[in-house]
C-alpha cells in the first residue's frame, strides 16, 4: 500500500512524535507513506476567517499534487483531514467555483480536477474490514487489559455533510482498531466532544474546562490512556492538563496518546522509540500496564 | 413495538429528575413528535413537551433524542428509535422546568445582545431598498433561523461558558452584519468581537449538525469573522490569532508553533505592539492588571513544560518545498 | 405584532401569546404576499381588487377590499424597510410570482418561507421597541370580559405557573388566528383550536361567515401539512392515477393555478371517482420538470418537507397530496378598520378590536386567494392597531368585577379536575375531526351536516365525562388541552350549523344537494351568535357591501 502523506505542520513541530511514530507504524504494516513536502498548511479552519478562497486553494493546491503523484492522500491529523475534505466538498459540488481556483493555480503548475483520488484518515485506512484483519495479523504484543478511550476530534466528524469519516454521533472506527489491537475500547460520552484547542487563546478557562470535563469523563468511565487521531487534541489534553488538573481537581492524570502510538506499541515497538516520554502526562499506573505487556 | 424512554421531571412532585419507559409502536410515515402526543393522549397525560406548528417552521419542539438535539416534529421516529429504543431529554444548556419543557429566558436574553434588528439609513426610499440577488443570497442562510435552540443545547462552549452568546444568536447577528441594507456593519463586528463573541467559538461543528434548517450557525459565526477582519477589527487575540496564523502560511507555507500565540496576545505586528501597549496602560491606569501580563504569564508554564520534554517546535522555522507558489497564490488572491 | 407596533408608537402595549410570537402560525404561510408593486409585469390595484372579488364568489365587502388592496403596496415597503429579507428580482427589486387566482404575478416573497420572514422582521421590531412592549409568553386567554357593553380586558392564565389574573386594558385586540385543528386533515398548528372566536362568541358576540372553510389543495398525504400553493406557481402539476393533468376538466384556462377551492374540490372529486393514486385518498404533485436548481432557489424548504416527513424528494419523485382543512375566511365580524361589530347595523363593540384570520373584515368573501393572508394579517394589524390606539389614546381604564371574572375560570379549572368520567378525550378529538371532515369538509350536504351537528353535540356530552390525570400547576399542557377541545367542539358545532342553513355552494363552501350559487337568498353574510339559553345557536344575516364589481358568473 502506498499513499501520499499529508503530515500537517504540529506533526512537524510540537509533536514531532507523530511523525516518528506515524512511520515507524507504517514501516511495521509495510504501508508506504510518500511525504508531500511542497504540500501547504491546510489553513486548520483558521486562514479561511480571513479569507475563504484562500485556505480553498491552498488546499486545492494539496489535493492535485496527491492526484499528480497518482495516489490516495492520507492525513494524520483529525483537523488536516476535516479542513482539507470540507474543501474538497465545496470544490466538488460547485464547478463554477471549482474553475475559480484552478485559474489561481494555474500558474504553479498544479490543477484539481476531482473524485481521482481519495483522502482519508491514517485512522480510515486501519478501521476498514482488510485494515483490521491485517492489524490483527501484524499483532504481537495484544495490548491485553488495557482500558483505551478514543478521542475523535470535532473536524472528522462534524459538519458531518462535509466529513465522510464516520457516524457523527456515534462513530466506532477508533474503537474497531483498539479492538484488533487486543485492547479494550472504553466507550464514554465526551469522545465526540471538543477539546478546546480552538479557543485556548481566547477563553483559556473554557477551553480548560472542556478538555477537563472529557478527561474527568474518561477517567470516571476507566479509562487507563486516552487515544486522539488528533495533534491539536492531543496538545489540549496532553500539554495542558497540569493547569487542567488545578482547575478540575481530576485527582488522576490520565496518558494520552497518538493514534498511531498505541497501533506501535501493539506492532511490538519500543515506547522509546514512539517517543511517548515527550508527552507531559506520563503515569506510573500507565507504566505498570505497559510493563505487564512487555511493551515498555 | 419500542421503548420511550422518557426523562421526567415535575419539581411540584420530586425534586429529582428520572427516567420512565414507554411501550409504543409508531406506524410507519409517523413523527416522533406524533409518538409523543400518542403517549401522551393514550398513557399519560401528564407528560409535558412544547409543540405547534409540526412542520418544522415554528421552533417549539427541539428536545433531545439519543442524547442529540433535534426536532421531534421533523423527524420519523422509526429514524431515531436504535435498537428499539429511543432516550428522549429536555434540551441542553437551559434550565428544565417540567419533563422535555425548558426556561427559554436566558436563550432570548442572548438574541437581544446582538443587537437583532436592522439598523438601516434613516432616509427611506418611496419604494423598496435595492438588494441584488448576490446580497440576498449572503443573508439566505441566516435568515431560515426558526429559534428552536438545538444549536444552543448542544453547543460545547455554552457547556462550560454562560458568557458565550451562542450558536443562535451569533447566527442571527449574521442576517444583519451581512445585510446590505444595514449601515452598522463596523460596530456590529466590533461588539461581535468583543469576549462572549464569535472569537469564542471553538469549531466544534456541533450546531452544524443540530440545525433543522440551512442556517447553520458555526459557517455563519466564520462570515462574521471574515467581515471582522476585513472591516479592520484586530485588537482582540481571536483576530491576531486568524492574522498571525495566516502570515505564518504566507512565508513559510506551514505554522510558526513559536510565533503564533505570542502575535496572538498582541506582539503582532508594529500597529499592534503600539495599540497592545497603549491597551495595557490603559489598563494599569485604571488600576486593573493588564492582560498582556496575564497572557504573558499564561504560556510561560506551557512553555517552560514542553521545552523540557523537548517539544518545543524547531526553532528555526522550515519552509515547505516550493513556497514561492504559495506565496504567489497569497498574491494573486491579494492577501 | 403588526397591531402591537402601531399601538407602541404612542402608547404601551402588552401582547399575550400561548406559544412565543415567533413562533406563531403565520411563519408557517410559505408562498407570499400580495401586492400589486408591478415589479415584474404591469399591475394595479384594481385589477388585485377584482381578482379577491371573484376568488371570494362576491362574498366579499368591497369597500374593506378597496382600502385593503390600495394599502399592499405600502405595507410591503414597510416591512422591507423594516428589514423584512425577501427574494430579489435580477434589478434588486423585491421579486414577485404568479399564484391561484391572481391574474398577474403579484405573490411578493422569501424563498417558500415568506410568513417565516414577515413574522421574524416583525418579531425583530418588538425587541427595537422593548421599553413599550411588553410579551408575556405561554399565557393563556380564557375569556373576554365585557360589561356594560364594553370591553375591559381579558382573563388569563400563566401556563408555567397555572396562576389565573386578569389583564385590565383600555382595548383588547384579539389576533388570535383560525381554528382548523377542528378538521382531521390541516394545515393548523396544534395552537389553531378556536379560543379567540369562541371567546368573542362566548362574550355574546356574533360570529360571521363560519361555514366558510378553506381546504387548500397540495396538504401532505396523511398529515396534512402544507406544501405551498408556490410549488404550483412555480409550474408544478397536479396528476391523478391515470397521470392525467385533470385540471384541465376543471379548470382549463388556469389549471393548477385556479383558486383554491376549485382546486381542492377537483382533486376531491378525482379521488372519490377512484382516480386517486393507487386508489388512495390522494393524488400527486410533480415538480420533476423544474429541475433541482430552480427548486433550490425558490421551494428549497419544500423539498426538504417532502424529504423529512414522507421520504420524497420532490427532484426525482412526485409528492402525495390531498386537500387540507388550511383557512377560515369567517370569524369575530369588524368593520374595515377593525373594530369588532356585533350586529348586522354595524354597532361597535367599544374598546374591542381584531384582525388576522380570527377576524372577518370581509375582505376574503367565500375564499380566500393564496398570498392575501398575510397581507390582510399585516394590514388589518396595522389598521386594528390604530384604531385600538386612537381609542385608548381618550380612554381611561374601566372597573371591572375581578374577582368575578376570575372565578369563572378558576371554576372552570376545578370543574375540569373534579370530573371523574370513563370517557376518553382523545377519542372525542379524534372522533370530532373525523366527522367534521368527512361530513362537513370539501363535500357537504344536508344529511352529513345533520349527522355530523348531532355527533358534535353527543361529543359535547362525552366531554363533560372525561378525567384529567395531570392536576399540577406547573406546565399542564393537558388541561389547556381540555380546555382547547372544548372550544372546538363548540366551533364544530357552529361551522356545521351555518353550512347547514347556507343553502347554495358558493366559495369554499359546496353543498352537493344545492350545487349553486344562489344570490337571491344568499349573497349575505351569515351571523351565528349564542341563543338566550347559552346553549342554542342562533342566526341572522348581514347585507354584503358590493361596489365595483357585480356579482357574475365565476369560471376559470
Request: aromatic letters at 8%; a negative charge.
Amino acid at each position: 500500500m502506498k499513499f501520499a502523506l499529508f503530515t500537517g505542520c504540529v506533526s512537524k513541530g510540537a509533536t514531532r512524535e507523530l511523525m516518528v511514530s506515524t512511520m515507524k507504524t507504517a514501516e511495521a504494516l509495510g504501508i508506504d507513506f510518500v511525504e508531500m513536502k511542497s504540500a501547504a498548511c491546510c489553513g486548520a479552519g483558521v486562514v479561511s476567517e480571513q479569507s475563504p478562497i484562500l485556505a480553498d486553494a491552498l488546499n486545492a493546491r494539496s489535493l492535485a499534487i496527491a492526484e499528480e503523484q497518482n495516489l490516495d492522500m492520507v492525513t494524520i491529523c483529525s483537523t488536516c483531514q476535516g479542513i482539507l475534505k470540507k474543501s474538497e466538498c465545496k470544490l466538488d459540488s460547485d464547478e463554477e467555483y471549482k474553475e475559480k481556483v484552478n485559474y489561481v493555480l494555474k500558474e504553479g503548475g498544479h490543477q484539481y480536477t476531482g473524485g481521482k483520488i481519495k483522502l482519508k484518515h491514517f485512522a480510515n485506512i486501519l478501521a476498514t474490514p482488510e485494515g483490521l484483519e491485517m492489524l490483527k495479523s501484524k499483532v504481537v504484543r495484544p495490548l491485553e487489559g488495557l482500558k483505551v478511550a478514543a478521542f475523535y476530534g470535532c473536524y472528522v466528524l462534524r459538519p458531518s455533510e462535509q466529513s465522510e469519516y464516520d457516524d457523527p454521533d456515534n462513530p466506532t472506527g477508533m474503537e474497531d482498531i483498539f479492538e484488533a489491537l487486543g485492547a479494550t475500547p472504553v466507550y464514554y460520552e465526551s469522545r465526540v466532544k471538543c477539546c478546546g484547542f480552538p479557543i485556548v487563546m481566547m477563553n483559556k478557562k473554557a477551553s480548560h474546562d472542556m478538555a477537563g470535563n472529557a478527561l474527568a469523563d474518561a477517567i470516571q468511565s476507566g479509562a487507563d490512556v486516552v487515544v486522539t487521531g488528533c495533534p491539536l487534541c492531543h496538545l489540549s489534553l496532553d500539554s495542558y492538563q497540569p493547569e487542567i488538573d488545578k482547575l478540575k481537581q481530576l485527582g488522576y492524570s490520565v496518558p494520552i496518546l497518538h493514534l498511531p502510538q498505541l497501533v506501535a506499541l501493539a506492532l511490538g515497538i519500543d515506547s522509546k522509540e514512539l517517543e511517548i516520554h515527550k508527552h507531559i502526562v506520563s503515569t506510573p499506573n500507565f507504566e505498570n500496564k505497559l510493563a505487564k505487556l512487555g511493551a515498555a | 413495538m419500542a421503548t420511550f424512554k422518557i426523562k421526567r421531571y415535575n419539581p411540584e412532585i420530586q425534586r429529582e429528575p428520572y427516567y420512565e419507559e414507554f411501550q409504543y409502536d409508531p406506524p410507519e410515515g409517523t413523527t416522533l413528535l406524533d409518538s409523543l402526543n400518542e403517549i401522551k393522549w393514550t398513557q399519560d397525560g401528564t407528560l409535558s413537551y412544547r409543540m405547534s406548528c409540526r412542520s418544522a417552521i415554528c421552533g417549539s419542539c427541539a428536545v433531545k433524542a439519543n442524547g442529540h438535539a433535534i426536532l421531534a416534529c421533523q423527524r420519523q421516529a422509526e429514524h431515531v428509535i436504535k435498537n428499539d429504543t429511543v432516550v428522549l431529554e429536555p434540551l441542553g444548556n437551559m434550565k428544565p422546568i417540567k419533563d422535555l419543557v425548558v426556561d427559554f429566558d436566558p436563550f432570548w436574553e442572548k438574541i437581544n445582545k446582538v443587537t437583532p434588528y436592522l439598523k438601516p439609513e434613516e432616509t427611506k426610499p418611496e419604494k423598496e431598498r435595492h438588494q441584488s440577488q448576490a446580497q440576498f443570497s449572503i443573508i439566505d442562510d441566516s435568515s431560515t433561523c426558526i429559534m428552536c435552540g438545538a444549536c444552543y443545547s448542544d453547543c460545547n462552549v455554552l457547556e462550560v461558558d454562560d458568557n458565550f452568546l451562542g450558536p443562535a444568536a451569533l447566527a442571527k447577528a449574521q442576517r444583519f452584519v451581512g445585510d446590505s441594507r444595514d449601515k452598522d456593519r463596523k460596530a456590529r463586528v466590533e461588539q461581535l468581537s468583543e469576549p462572549g463573541g464569535i472569537w469564542d467559538c471553538t469549531h466544534c461543528g456541533e450546531c452544524v449538525e443540530r440545525c433543522p434548517k440551512p442556517a447553520e450557525p458555526f459557517h455563519r459565526i466564520k462570515e462574521i469573522m471574515t467581515v471582522a477582519l476585513e472591516e479592520g477589527v484586530h485588537n482582540n487575540n481571536g483576530a491576531r490569532h486568524a492574522l498571525s496564523f495566516t502570515k505564518s502560511i504566507k512565508h513559510s507555507g506551514r505554522l510558526n508553533e513559536n510565533v503564533l500565540p505570542v502575535e496572538s496576545i498582541g506582539f503582532l505586528g508594529v500597529k499592534g505592539i503600539v495599540n497592545l501597549v497603549q491597551d495595557n496602560l490603559k489598563m494599569l491606569m485604571q488600576g486593573k492588571v493588564p492582560t498582556v501580563i496575564k497572557d504573558v504569564f499564561g504560556l510561560i508554564p506551557v512553555g517552560l513544560r514542553m521545552l523540557k520534554k523537548g517539544k518545543i517546535p524547531p526553532i528555526i522555522h522550515h519552509s515547505v518545498d516550493d513556497v514561492d507558489d504559495v506565496k504567489r497564490i497569497f498574491k494573486e488572491l491579494k492577501q | 405584532m403588526r397591531a402591537a407596533l402601531e399601538v407602541s408608537k404612542e402608547l404601551d402595549v402588552a401582547i399575550l401569546t400561548k406559544v412565543y410570537p415567533s413562533r406563531s402560525h403565520s411563519g408557517a404561510a410559505q408562498g407570499g404576499i400580495a401586492a400589486s408593486l408591478a415589479n415584474s409585469e404591469d399591475d394595479s390595484w384594481e385589477e388585485h381588487m377584482f381578482d379577491t372579488c371573484k376568488g371570494g364568489d362576491y362574498l366579499n365587502d368591497q369597500d374593506a377590499v378597496e382600502e385593503y388592496v390600495k394599502s399592499a403596496s405600502r405595507v410591503i415597503y414597510e416591512l422591507e424597510h423594516m428589514g423584512c429579507v425577501f427574494s430579489r428580482d435580477k434589478d434588486g427589486k423585491i421579486a414577485q410570482r404568479a399564484f391561484g387566482g391572481h391574474s398577474k404575478p403579484r405573490a411578493c416573497y422569501s424563498a417558500d418561507r415568506t410568513g417565516h420572514a414577515i413574522l421574524h422582521a416583525l418579531h425583530e421590531q418588538l425587541l427595537k421597541n422593548a421599553k413599550s412592549i411588553k410579551i408575556y409568553n405561554e399565557w393563556y386567554m380564557h375569556s373576554l370580559i365585557v360589561e356594560e357593553g364594553r370591553c375591559k380586558g381579558v382573563v388569563v392564565s400563566d401556563i408555567r405557573t397555572g396562576e389565573v389574573e386578569v389583564m385590565q386594558a383600555k382595548a383588547v385586540i384579539f389576533c388570535t388566528g383560525g381554528y382548523g385543528r377542528v378538521f382531521k386533515i390541516t394545515s393548523n398548528a396544534f395552537a389553531g383550536t378556536a379560543d379567540g372566536v369562541i371567546a368573542a362568541y362566548r362574550a355574546g358576540i356574533p360570529l360571521q361567515d363560519t361555514e366558510f372553510v378553506q381546504f387548500h389543495p397540495s396538504g401532505l398525504w396523511r398529515q396534512g401539512i402544507l406544501f405551498s400553493e408556490a410549488a404550483r406557481g412555480e409550474g408544478g402539476t397536479l396528476l391523478n392515477s391515470k397521470g392525467e393533468r385533470f385540471m384541465e376538466q376543471y379548470a382549463p384556462s388556469r389549471m393548477e393555478l385556479a383558486p383554491r377551492d376549485i382546486v381542492a374540490r377537483a382533486e376531491q372529486s378525482e379521488i372519490d371517482e377512484g382516480r386517486g393514486i393507487d386508489g388512495k385518498d390522494y393524488i400527486h404533485l410533480d415538480l420533476t420538470h423544474l429541475g433541482e436548481a430552480r427548486i433550490m432557489e425558490r421551494l428549497p424548504q419544500i423539498r426538504q418537507l417532502g424529504i423529512d416527513f414522507i421520504g420524497v424528494d420532490c427532484v426525482n419523485e412526485k409528492l402525495p397530496i390531498q386537500p387540507t382543512a388550511h383557512y377560515s375566511m369567517g370569524g369575530i365580524p369588524t368593520d374595515m378598520f377593525g373594530q369588532v361589530v356585533i350586529d348586522d347595523k354595524g354597532t361597535p363593540l367599544t374598546g374591542f378590536f381584531a384582525a388576522g384570520e380570527c377576524a372577518c373584515v370581509s375582505v376574503h368573501g367565500a375564499n380566500r386567494l393564496g398570498t392575501n393572508s398575510l397581507l390582510e394579517a399585516v394590514v388589518f394589524g396595522e389598521r386594528s392597531g390604530r384604531s385600538a390606539l386612537e381609542f385608548a389614546r381618550e380612554a381611561e381604564l374601566q372597573p371591572l368585577n375581578e374577582k368575578h371574572q376570575k372565578t369563572k375560570t378558576l371554576n372552570l379549572f376545578e370543574e375540569i379536575y373534579q370530573r371523574d368520567g370513563t370517557e376518553s378525550y382523545n377519542d372525542i378529538r379524534n372522533e370530532m375531526k373525523e366527522v367534521m371532515m368527512s361530513q362537513c369538509g370539501v363535500f357537504r350536504d344536508e344529511k352529513r351536516l345533520k349527522d355530523c351537528i348531532s355527533k358534535i353535540k353527543s361529543l359535547q356530552t362525552r366531554y363533560k365525562k372525561g378525567k384529567i390525570t395531570d392536576k399540577g400547576n406547573l406546565f399542564n399542557t393537558e388541561l389547556y388541552e381540555i380546555i382547547e377541545l372544548g372550544n372546538m367542539l363548540k366551533m364544530g358545532e357552529i361551522i356545521a350549523t351555518g353550512a347547514l342553513n347556507r343553502k347554495e355552494s358558493r366559495g369554499g363552501h359546496f353543498r352537493k344537494d344545492f350545487p349553486e350559487r344562489d344570490d337571491t337568498n344568499f349573497l349575505k353574510h351569515s351571523l351565528l351568535s349564542e341563543a338566550d339559553d347559552g346553549e342554542g345557536i342562533q342566526i341572522n344575516y348581514k347585507d354584503v357591501t358590493i361596489t365595483r364589481y357585480k356579482p357574475a358568473k365565476r369560471e376559470y
